[in-house]
């Protein structure tokens, strides 16, 4: 029997202490405590990469037992949901040599499958309806962000006005959070392969991650946006639930599309960090940019802007 050695061992304990403070940042500190949050289950992924997948799974359950002494049964739930099945996947698909854009739809659709499962087993077990009590939240939250608003000073017709405004945001997250939770899992799962990207040189298995500025999407996902776009004319409650579910992934798809692009175009023409960070910070700032973002990245299918052109003899 082989024992792990000295350098193991202490991989799975920074592996396993980093996890817990970085995920119990995000619990305890639910804003400022995303960013720490997203990058979860990097530690799990590294180590696994790096010593192996036995030591990936150690380091989940030695943070699940932990969470089960220091925390509830959510926080388990939430942490085994966001962050324990994609530190589980990614590694295992990334070294069978898996590009990093089909290791994050398959790492995203195995986590998507457990919590169908989950969910399932909660339906089954006769604990209520899950979908009732997501809106719920929603409402709950909707609630304790205005009451924050009315003791900060804001009253009469503003604050009447915002509340409106956030109970119509609410009905429509009410419709599309099944779509803003697959998003979800690929932005984590792609912020820890890029992070991955940045150290692999300390690995010893090469990875075909790929460059991110040559992503492009199959040709044939356009006509989904397509038919999801006309679904949205029907009529029928839960078809148009349904299509907006469909245009929020495809659209974020094309998102990244036109990201790369952009990214391609900075590399090309050595623009400034100054003003890719600017540019990152409008995003953030203003969904009409986003969605700008997303034409172009629908626009590249035809386009094609990142194949470099042959001059024409004249």
Request: glycine share 8%; proline share 4%; aromatic share 10%.
């Amino acid at each position: 029997m082989k024992f792990p050695d000295k350098g193991s061992l202490f991989d799975l304990l920074k592996g396993s202490i980093s996890t817990l403070t970085l995920f119990l940042a995000y619990v305890m500190f639910p804003l400022v405590g995303m960013i720490p949050g997203v990058f979860a289950p990097f530690p799990a992924i590294f180590y696994a990469l790096k010593r192996g997948k036995l030591t990936g799974v150690a380091i989940v359950a030695i943070v699940t037992v932990v969470l089960a002494i220091v925390a509830d049964s959510s926080a388990i739930l939430l942490y085994l949901l966001q962050c324990g099945a994609i530190s589980l996947s990614l590694p295992a698909l990334l070294a069978a040599g898996k590009s990093g854009a089909r290791s994050i739809a398959t790492a995203v659709a195995i986590n998507v499958g457990v919590i169908l499962v989950v969910a399932g087993i909660y339906a089954a077990a006769g604990d209520g309806d899950l979908h009732a009590q997501v809106l719920k939240g929603i409402e709950s939250s909707i609630s304790q962000t205005v009451a924050l608003y009315d003791k900060a000073g804001v009253t009469g017709e503003d604050l009447k006005a915002l509340q409106q405004g956030m109970v119509q945001a609410g009905a429509v997250i009410g419709r599309i959070y099944p779509s803003l939770v697959v998003v979800s899992l690929a932005v984590i799962a792609g912020l820890n392969l890029m992070l991955l990207g940045k150290v692999s040189t300390r690995l010893s298995c090469p990875l075909s991650i790929g460059k991110f500025a040559w992503f492009k999407n199959p040709e044939q996902l356009v006509w989904v946006l397509i038919v999801a776009g006309f679904a949205m004319l029907v009529p029928n409650r839960e078809l148009t639930t349904a299509a907006m579910n469909i245009l929020v992934i495809t659209l974020s798809l094309y998102f990244m599309q036109g990201m790369a692009v952009i990214v391609h175009f900075y590399t090309r023409l050595a623009i400034p960090r100054f003003m890719r960070v600017f540019l990152y910070l409008c995003l953030a700032l203003q969904p009409y940019l986003a969605l700008a973002v997303a034409v172009l990245g629908i626009f590249d299918i035809w386009g094609d802007f990142r194949t470099p052109r042959k001059p024409k003899n004249l």
